[in-house]
């Protein structure tokens, strides 16, 4: 039943009192007869305000004979008419009446009754199944209703007509109009709990005004909600409470309906919104207003009854019906403080942990320390960051400041990119399961990154990480060679599992290096033809292996990450790698280009740093920046290899390939693309390195988006480059540190940096050098 708001009681009653039309069945049948062209017996329905019928027509046909009350206006009623042939048309299977028209096409015919009063009429079909409210509802009930609730909302999303711009009584969003009525509550207590309640909802139309808002059905509640025998969802009827409002608005209606048939909130609170969120995701501030909505249509509902219940003494018992449960509901949803209400609700949807904006907390670096292992797992800079949320280049952290990104090379095409948040919530809400059904992303994937191989390359193993990729490349290189050792150079790192932490030659002294891992040294920066030639490469790999023997090994895998960053970022020339691979292939080893930081476009020339040599290794292993933060990875590698590494060994990861990492790493591959990422590394790197060099007069080294600035303590007044990263810190820039001492200033950012990003980056730079402090604020 709609009830206008007006603002005046007074008003209102006016409305409530309106008679019902004075039209019986015998008038009703003849109305369907002459109107409509259908013969029928008809039946009188319950109804407060409208005269409606069962009619049974002639043909076997169930249909609904609707006559409004004289006080509805015909605007409404023509937008509850659009609405539905609205919904029928964007969605044909949602089971909601239809309309019949008359016999001159129209959706509804105006009738004078008998004592001159004006009437809307309409024929509507019959939807099955019984009230939701007069059945016993399942378990499984809430799951129904709540993707029922947000099905008929996006079917409704497009849909506009003037007459929704009205404000109604029953919206929880403006239920502090209403609070004249708290002065017939009869019991004290309650007038109270609810006259502090109106207070706290004052809040409600400025926190709900910019949120997701159309037409909507206004009324999605268990009254007006059908189900079948076996207790789902077969239909929603009473489109006459229409108007403009909150989505989450109209969610909250549908769900305090079902909460205040319940004894706890929770359970079914949850339930609702799994099949809401099923359909629809929440905003997380919508979910920060859920409860506070509820709890505002269950005080309408109190108020609304104090206020109807003397109009209709002959009707108290209908009109009082919903009181118990509100009450009960209120009660218990009151208890909580607002902000641990919309915890509670964030949590049942999964928005908990998504604010972007959360306070800092004194107590975290104390609690990670207690539960993370202490150093185990350290943080960077003396004074740890709170981060809270990146965007595009940028990160913030809890304290309101932004830092220029210049190090993390995972999100390639920058901090929560739209198009990959998208992929990834999408895919998630869909579908994640693990690689062994046949799904398409996975062998899309698969495909795609082929594609930008060497020929010889043609198989894709999917993993978690860059370590794993790795860890399997050492695998299939034992099974394909026979053989048990591994070459890399004196300052590598290729991850951290049991056998590929052995590989990563940065993290213990020459002393630990166990037998079956040797190392070379790569050409140093500003070395001579002879140390960095095909020679020296071949010479290298070959006293590696001599080591190898003398330990009771032989090569197995040369590992070598393409941009040599563990090293300090090094340039060696082509014929330098290509004689690493030749020499590999001569002794029988196989060859890996560990492209987990360099791959992706950061070269700036190709998707690959190994293409720029002209390479065709055994061996490919992506990582970090694959999924833009997702964690995803991949090895690629010649059939042969796998074929021959399933014959004695096989393996499989649960995660690894599933639809989600695939649909995140595919949108990378989308974005670096269509968005011609590489030329921009290329060309802004550049710019980069040449300003660092030539404005400043340091040593720099790189391609792409990598660099690599030496930092000499005696040229530099004394400051390191682990000193220089705190500094920037200070100025709102993070990089991070590399070389054998971490005397190289590591800048890696993501793709997407501009012109304009590299003199942020400059000026800062500058600034740590001169020792100016940075501006408040920065």
């Known amino acids: 039943m709609t009830t206008s708001q007006t603002g005046t009681p007074d008003r209102r009653t006016a409305l409530l009192l309106e008679p019902a039309p004075a039209i019986g069945a015998q008038a009703a049948a003849g109305i369907l007869r002459t109107r409509f062209g259908i013969e029928a017996t008809l039946t009188p329905l319950r109804s407060e305000r409208d005269s409606n019928f069962l009619a049974v027509a002639t043909d076997g046909r169930h249909l609904i004979l609707k006559v409004s009350n004289s006080a509805d206006e015909p605007a409404v009623i023509d937008m509850e008419n659009a609405a539905m042939r609205h919904v029928e048309a964007v969605d044909p299977a949602f089971p909601i009446p239809r309309i019949l028209p008359d016999r001159n096409g129209a959706s509804a015919t105006t009738v004078e009754a ?120 077969s239909g929603v009827i009473d489109f006459g409470d229409m108007h403009h409002t909150a989505r989450v608005s109209d969610l909250a209606i549908g769900l305090a309906s079902l909460l205040r048939v319940t004894a706890e909130p929770w359970r079914p609170a949850g339930r609702f919104l799994d099949g809401y969120q099923q359909m629809t995701p929440l905003e997380p501030e919508e979910v920060e207003v859920l409860g506070e909505l509820v709890l505002a249509r269950l005080v309408a509902t109190v108020l609304i009854s104090a206020w109807r219940a003397p109009l209709h003494p002959e009707n108290h018992a209908y009109v009082t019906s919903l009181d118990e449960g509100s009450w009960r ?122 594609a930008t191989m060497p020929p010889e390359l043609d198989t894709c193993v999917f993993v978690n990480s860059g370590s794993e990729a790795n860890d399997l490349a050492w695998r299939m290189a034992l099974a394909h060679t026979g053989n048990s050792g591994a070459v890399v150079t004196d300052h590598a790192y290729h991850g951290v599992t049991a056998a590929t932490a052995p590989l990563s030659t940065n993290a213990y002294p020459a002393s630990a290096r166990p037998g079956h891992v040797a190392v070379f040294v790569p050409p140093p920066p500003g070395a001579d033809a002879r140390q960095s030639g095909r020679g020296a490469a071949t010479d290298g790999i070959r006293r590696a292996r001599a080591a190898l023997r003398q330990a009771g090994h032989d090569v197995a895998l040369v590992a070598v990450d393409t941009i040599f960053s563990s090293v300090g970022v090094l340039e060696p020339g082509d014929d330098y790698m290509r004689g690493l691979v030749d020499e590999t292939h001569a002794l029988g080893g196989l060859f890996l280009a560990d492209e987990v930081q360099a791959g992706f476009g950061r070269g700036g020339r190709s998707l690959w740093r190994f293409q720029d040599f002209g390479l065709t290794p055994d061996f490919v292993t992506l990582g970090k920046p694959m999924g833009n933060g997702h964690p995803v990875a991949a090895l690629v590698t010649r059939r042969e290899i796998a074929e021959r590494f399933v014959r004695v060994d096989e393996y499989f990861s649960t995660f690894g390939g599933n639809p989600v990492s695939c649909a995140a790493a595919l949108t990378v591959l989308d974005v670096i693309e269509q968005t011609d990422l590489v030329e921009r590394s290329g060309r802004v790197g550049e710019q980069l390195r040449t300003e660092i060099r030539q404005g400043m007069g340091l040593t720099v080294r790189g391609h792409g988006m990598f660099a690599g600035i030496d930092i000499r303590p005696a040229e530099t007044g004394g400051v390191t480059a682990t000193e220089l990263a705190e500094r920037l810190r200070e100025r709102g820039v993070l990089v991070g540190t590399t070389g054998r001492a971490d005397e190289v200033l590591k800048v890696r950012p993501p793709l997407i940096w501009e012109s304009e990003h590299v003199e942020l980056f400059l000026t800062a730079l500058k600034d740590s050098f001169d020792g100016r402090r940075p501006a408040d604020g920065a």
């Open 114 to 233: 008998p004592d001159g009063r004006l009437h809307q009429v309409r024929v509507l079909t019959v939807v099955a199944g019984s009230a939701a409210d007069q059945s016993a509802l399942s378990p499984r009930f809430g799951t129904d209703f709540g993707s029922t609730c947000a099905r008929l909302s996006g079917a409704l999303r497009g849909f506009t007509h003037p007459a929704a711009l009205r404000q109604l009584d029953w919206d929880p969003r403006v239920v502090t109009g209403l609070r004249p009525f708290a002065a017939q509550l009869p019991d004290a207590g309650r007038r109270e709990l609810v006259e502090g309640l109106l207070d706290r909802f004052d809040i409600l139309p400025a926190a709900t005004a910019t949120l997701p808002a159309f037409v909507l059905h206004g009324d999605v509640t268990l009254s007006n909600v059908l189900v079948d025998d076996g207790g789902q969802v």
């Open 329 to 450: 509901m209120i009660e218990l949803l009151s208890r909580p403080s607002p902000a641990a209400l919309a915890d509670r609700f964030h949590r049942l949807c999964g928005t908990s942990r998504t604010a972007a904006a959360l306070p800092p907390d004194p107590t975290l670096l104390a609690r990670r320390r207690a539960h993370l292992g202490g150093t185990l797992s350290p943080l960077f800079y003396r004074e740890p960051l709170q981060v809270v949320r990146a965007s595009g280049a940028w990160v913030h952290t809890a304290d309101g400041r932004r830092y220029l990104d210049a190090y993390n090379n995972v999100p390639v095409v920058g901090h929560s990119h739209p198009a990959v948040v998208q992929a990834i919530s999408r895919q998630a809400g869909t579908l994640n399961i693990n690689s062994r059904y046949l799904h398409p992303h996975v062998v899309e994937l698969a495909e795609r990154l082929t």
